[in-house]
């Protein structure tokens, strides 16, 4: 296959329709598009990079996944509690109804 350029499988077949999804040629068979010579193999360093920007994109959307996360669980607590939205007015009210000393 390294002799010449084909495809080795139709473009429609190859794609699993996930949200951002990318397609990257390599210059492989089925036999070897996942054996590498070294390190330095073009074709483990196109692996390689696209498996560190996927990382890279799940590690900075965590942060934003805890946040709403949190937040669904804040919602169902309060809603559970029957909390009111908002707080301040029970803290006014208590703070008031205070005898002092």
Known sequence: MRLFSALIVDPKSAILGYRDERQIPMNADHRSICKFDTPADVN????????????????????????????????DLKKYLEAPDVLDDDYLNASEARIHG
Do not use: C, G, M
Request: charged share 40%; proline share 3%.
């Open 44 to 75: 483990y360093k196109i692996l390689r990079d696209a498996l560190a920007s996927t990382v890279a994109n799940i590690v900075s959307k965590a942060p934003e996944q805890e946040v709403k996360e949190k937040r669904h669980r804040n919602r």
